[in-house]
């Protein structure tokens, strides 16, 4: 894994426990088709983004298998997944 630059950017795709998916702190969520269309725009940066993949623990884990495969066809690569420790 390479490490991060102080310019590296950063995007989140979120999923809530009803299988909706958001990006970044926009609180509106989108439909498959719209994020792929949004997750477009990031593809085509000179220097390709970070994406943080964040799904609730509830999420179907076909719903983040979306996500990670639209991100392979746009070649966004570099991705992580935030997850939260039992409270």
């Not at 998916?21 to 477009?40: A, I, V």
């Amino acid at each position: 894994q390479s490490k991060s630059n102080k310019d590296t950017k950063f995007h989140s795709v979120s999923v809530d426990a009803a299988g909706r998916f958001y990006l970044d702190s926009d609180p509106t969520p989108l439909n498959l088709s719209t994020l792929k269309s949004r997750l477009n725009a990031y593809s085509s940066a000179k220097e390709k983004p970070v994406i943080r993949i964040r799904g609730d623990e509830s999420v179907p884990y076909g719903k983040i298998i979306q996500v990670m495969d639209e991100l392979k066809k746009l070649d966004l690569t570099s991705v992580t997944f935030d997850t939260q420790t039992g409270r």
